[in-house]
């Protein structure tokens, strides 16, 4: 096996991967309580980390209230400007 001369080396193409990991961050929810026909509820959400970049979420309802007796069924997601806690 010939080893490559300065002028080889330099001239193969090469290539690299790096993988770039999506921002971390955490989304904290406060509990809710209701009694009786409250009607709606709303719930805060508090994004923490890595706020810089735009995220989302998805979430759904549930609990020890039946549906759909006790409450309508939710699912969705809820998005994220970049710096938006």
Do not use: N
Not at 45 to 67: D, P
């Amino acid at each position: 096996m010939a080893v490559p001369s300065p002028l080889e080396r330099l001239s193969r193409p090469q290539s690299a991967v790096h993988r770039v990991r999506p921002p971390t961050y955490r989304v904290a929810v406060a509990d809710a309580d209701v009694t009786g026909d409250g009607g709606s509820l709303v719930f805060m959400l508090t994004r923490s980390g890595a706020v810089h970049a735009a995220g989302s979420v998805l979430f759904r309802t549930a609990g020890t209230a039946v549906a759909p007796s006790d409450y309508s069924a939710g699912v969705g997601r809820v998005r994220f400007a970049p710096s938006t806690r």
